[in-house]
């Protein structure tokens, strides 16, 4: 066995596998995950997601993961096949509690659930009947860790939300927190069902409307899913207000249930992300890979007269696969250990990245699969080899060995040039589409915007607006209920008088007239409402063209400025006139765009954003604005933050992907041009003797340079096309996940494979130099 | 043709410095073939690598055909080398992967000869060489003594002032040795200059002046 000997490439091989390892391996295990995404669902495969469905007249049906809070009961009562039903609906998020003491805690994610819930969403209940506590109203279970964060023994005790501080819970039980690879991992809350009525508008028993409640049920195993889908039109028939249905325009109405085994791998963006990982992944292994049998291939010419002076001595076949085999190992198990070091060094690094802990990557759910990669990666590098050397003629044993195997070696080579240039294409794509998304006009300007949360809704948001706006820095406020990057909640216009209603739009509620020039949107038409003096609203309302449009489709009005409208949720007691059409600009943000029209009312009630324009975006200009906050509301906790903070947040998930494909692509270069490195130097040692007498024959430095450039072109140009269309296809693929995206040029990828050609080149040419450049004697005399 | 005044050329590494040449001064007159001889080690074929601008002197001149020549650069040597000077060599340096009407054809790729020009030449060459007949064999198939006739050939194809031969007879049974010899000789008696280097008195006898070397000098000059 020769592992650690010199000239065979043994770091080169190490290194290169250890990286292809720890990237190819963490992509698999995220992959896996994903695949395993929310096993504590006790019985999952008798589980399912139920949504809402609906068609309205000349459009396509469309589905929304929410359903209506009655929902459930009605399923639950209708389809004896429901073993069990459970709804959960998110309260706060990142928030913070204050105890009896007057201590406060920050927490992760709250929710109400039904008593059931824990019946489907397993996890141990570590004190308390979660089925009582939950079916109390006032009561909640926490989790281990806010229980160990908040002192432990919390059981009996009460707590109100700093956002809610005249609605205390009392704490029940304990239960154990959610797995990491599960949509409860940041749950530290559960509130019983009976208590949402305390804190917002109680819509469980509602089968239209409110629709914020995610829905489970779990069939019995030998449910008949037609006999399911007959008792749920039953229930549709009976139970669904269809009068209002269709009254919204609404043709069809129903709920469908998804398997909750396959609805993660559904999901758009899941699936994407979860090829392109794969795609990386594998690309990485099988670069690793290559280079490894490259590096075996390269290495041959010293190798050989050993392994025919063995077959010479009678060694049989299988002394060489054992051989390769052994060494393979070896090489895997050193590898193995730099990826250990390299995932502890980089483990912070990486759950950032990947959303996930090293030891959840590398744990139960992924570990069989991740040995069977090691196994395979294994065999690839141990089974090749030996087929080769066994392969090696006795006669070697005697002479020089000289045969090329340059169809091996170029062979390897082209996969790892069309690896390269299809993660390169993919990454300038992702790039760019990063770089859109964070840079496309959004019809708003938030570039010296600033803008703090108001935990609890009250009339002092009013006058600390005031307060702001009097700071030299501050050029404009504005109190809103919800920014524009958040998902808007929806309403339909309808007309005094009629009862029909026209078409659905995003309700952004309530929100200060100057936020037309603190987020700079431009009036078309109509005039600039003027800001209430007081804390309160007006029946005015600000429609975006988009709105104005679609009501002149429907009343044939040229100009909406001055008509007045309803909408389902003000009711008809509250008719809103039209002051203002402004400019489209975009709701949501880039990787989820609500093309809905949009409306708000010229109010600052119920706000829960405070804008701030600065006269510019400094440190400075926010530690001032931040300063006044602390100073005038000592203990609300008030955090100024940038507007494009909060945007880019929303890109978080494009940013990871970009940067797991740059590492991939950046891995997958380095590996290549170490077996390009390794190619080139082998090549130039085997024909030293041919480049010095065409150098002695009159060939100058650039042609002995050029034969090289010609032999790596006739490889890399194909290999360069094929990985443009691989990555063109990769790319479109991964772009079907935003609705607003950057189109593909063929110019983009052009540049990346001449970037490609210009590091192939330049390693060739600094490979070569030196040989090109060296006195030929000396390599003919060698011989 | 060529002129040495004290040729000087030491290789050194990080712990030994080893002087290959000692002040060699050494004139060749066009037309003249001189044999090299003394025993390995004393320079001989360094002395010939200088000669055939392969290498630089540490110091000294070199004058080649009017043009001092001593100390130009690797593309300025490649420059004057091309077209003015032949090798020949003791194990032929012929390209494998190359039949030998390429291998023949190689110095004149490299001068930017047409093809058709290229062609002509190489035929012409090789019948002279009488080798014509295995144009489109690869080294390999041919004997050693074949093979130093396609050497000689390519060294010759560009019509060279110049003719270096470093052991032309060293790998070659004594038949096959006599019939290169009296090819050189050939050659020298059309005109071109030959500097061999040789440990065969008798391929010697060929020349008309033998220089002896000991220890990177010169210690001897016989005229024939």
Known sequence: MNVLHRGQGTFIKIFSLAIGLTIGLVLIAKVQLERNYDRCIVDREHVYAVSESFKKQGQDAAEFENTPGGAIPALCRYIPEIMVGSRYTYQFVNEKLMLENGERFSFNHSVFVDSCFFDIFGTSILQGDARQILSTAGQCLISRRLNERLGGNMVGKTFCYIAAPDRPMTIGGVFETFDENSTFSLLDIVMSMPSIGTFSYDGTANLMGNDRYRSYVRLRPDADMAKVEAEMNTMLKEQIPWEKVHAAGVEDYRFRFHPVSKSRMENTTVKTTCIILFVVALVMLFAAVMNYILVVISTLVSRARLVAIRKVLGAPQREFYQTTFGEALVHLLLALAVMALLLWVGQDWIRELMGASVTTLFSRQTLAVLLAVCLLVLVGCGLLPGYIYSRVPMVYAYRLFSENRRVWKLSLLAFQFVLSTMLLCILSTIYRQYDYMLNKDLGYDYKDVAYIEIPQQSDSTFTLAREIEKLSCVEHTATCMSLFLEKQSGNNVMLPGNPRQLFNFACLYFAEASIIPTMNLQVTRGRQPERLGHAGWETEAIVDEKFASQLKQHTGWDDVVGHTILSTEFGEQIPLTIVAVVKDFTLGTLAGVDERPALFVNGNIHAKNLLIKLQSLTPEHLAEVQQLCDRLYPDAELTVKRYANELADHYRDTEHTRDLVIIGCLAALLITLIGLTGYVRDEVQRRSRELAIRKVMGATVSEVQALFMRSVALVALPSVVVGIGLGRHLSSLLMEQFTDKVSLLWRVFAIDALLVGLIIAAVVFLQTRRVATSNPAHYLKTE | ?224
């Open chain 2, 1 to 224: 043709m060529i002129k040495l005044e004290n040729i000087e050329k030491i290789f050194r590494t990080e712990e030994v410095e080893t002087v290959a040449l000692n002040s060699v001064s050494l004139e060749v007159k066009q037309g003249e073939f001189v044999a090299v001889m003394g025993p390995s080690g004393c320079g001989k074929s360094t002395l010939l690598n200088i000669l055939g601008l392969l290498d630089n002197p540490t110091n000294g001149t070199y004058v080649l055909d009017g043009e001092n020549v001593g100390q130009l650069k690797e593309s300025q040597r490649t420059r004057v080398r091309k077209g003015q000077i032949g090798f020949v060599f003791q194990s032929f340096n012929l390209i494998d992967e190359l039949n030998v009407e390429e291998n023949v054809e190689l110095p004149l790729t490299y001068l930017g000869v047409p093809k058709k020009e290229r062609r002509q030449c190489v035929e012409e060459v090789l019948r002279r060489m009488a080798i014509s007949h295995r144009a489109h064999h690869f080294p390999q198939q041919l004997s050693g003594g074949q093979q130093q006739r396609v050497a000689i050939a390519r060294a010759v194809v560009c019509r060279p002032k110049l003719i270096l031969a470093d052991e032309p007879t060293g790998n070659l049974d004594s038949k096959n040795g006599i019939e290169v010899m009296q090819l050189l000789t050939q050659l020298n008696a059309d005109g071109c200059t030959i500097v061999m280097v040789t440990h065969s008195q008798r391929d010697a006898g060929y020349a008309q002046r033998i220089v002896n070397m000991l220890d990177g000098q010169i210690v001897e000059q016989t005229e024939l």
